[in-house]
């Protein structure tokens, strides 16, 4: 018996959530999974999941021990990767969250050219647009834009992301452009949930909050971006998205004399993690690839 393939197994099966996502995850047919988990309960004497035939939910047991067998499992990958240093190949496993449409336009394709250039190196992605703390799920790097703060946690900034205050020439047209930023509570304003419904903007007398009325909220900043382009309201929009539509003149900005302050893309790392080989060479090849402009700020808008 297998027992590290049946414990990643089972790591697999908890953050899939399903037999079928773990068996994708791990590159095994769903009946290599399910024999591998019922080996494990096997071993321990006792179930890890309860199934019924819509989901999998952890046991009691499989709750209270699914992270210390993550850190097993990251202990039996960074001995291996020790043992390769010794020939000079990197190899490992990492995992790692990032922004959902950030991710999408940008940072996968930086993802995947730094696993091209590690063969003996894979990667576990999750898009995810909400706070991580890395430490406590099982994340080597997790990246993101939201000010939190963690323990144990290191906080490497990245690159500045620039951010405007957005709206179709079609919806100003049809409702007027706002003079200050009071005047956003009279309009139809498209907020990204997660920042929340209060928009900030920097002033000659300090900074400015303003409770704005939302028309739409959603999680996905690629939705309030579509929404923005056809007319749907003012939108707050990060430049990897607003950029090319600003450019064009698909959208304007509104309120040029009010500045909204710019948000820092920023990898938290575990303490633990940070000095692993596989861990600081993607932070490095991050850097690299983010520093000192990132691949969306290639050209400079144009309306100024």
Request: charged letters at 20%.
């Amino acid at each position: 018996m297998d027992t590290i393939a049946n414990l990643k197994a089972f790591v697999a099966t908890a953050d899939a959530g399903s037999l079928s996502g773990a068996a994708r995850q791990l590159g095994v047919v769903p009946s290599v999974i399910s024999k591998r988990i019922d080996q494990l309960e096997w071993r321990i004497r006792a179930r890890l999941f309860n199934r019924s035939t819509r989901k999998l939910a952890l046991t009691d047991v499989g709750e209270r021990y699914l992270l210390t067998v993550r850190e097993t499992i990251r202990q039996v990958d960074d001995t291996l990767a020790g043992m390769a240093r010794a020939s000079s190949e990197l190899e490992g496993h990492i995992r790692v969250k990032i922004p959902t449409t950030l991710g999408v336009l940008y940072l996968s394709e930086i993802l995947n050219d730094f696993l091209r250039s590690q063969p003996m190196i894979s990667m576990d992605i999750v898009l995810a647009d909400r706070s991580v703390n890395p430490l406590e799920e099982g994340f080597d790097i997790a990246i993101g834009a939201l000010a939190e703060l963690y323990g144990q946690v290191q906080d490497l900034p990245l690159c500045l992301m620039k951010r405007f205050l957005c709206a179709a020439p079609s919806y100003l047209q049809r409702r007027g452009t706002p003079m200050r930023p009071a005047d956003l509570a009279g309009h139809d304003c498209l907020v990204f949930t997660t920042s929340g419904a209060r928009w900030e903007f920097q002033s000659d007398q300090g900074l400015i909050g303003i409770d704005v009325r939302p028309k739409l909220s959603t999680n996905d900043g690629a939705a309030i971006c579509q929404a923005a382009l056809a007319g749907g309201g003012i939108a707050v929009l990060s430049d990897y998205l607003a950029s090319a539509a600003l450019q064009s003149g698909q959208l304007l900005e509104v309120l040029p004399g009010f500045a909204i302050p710019g948000l820092w893309l920023k990898a938290l790392v575990p303490t633990k993690r940070i000095e692993l080989p596989r861990v600081r060479m993607l932070l490095d090849w991050l850097e690299q690839n983010l520093k000192p402009q990132p691949p969306w700020d290639n050209t400079q808008r144009a309306h100024a």
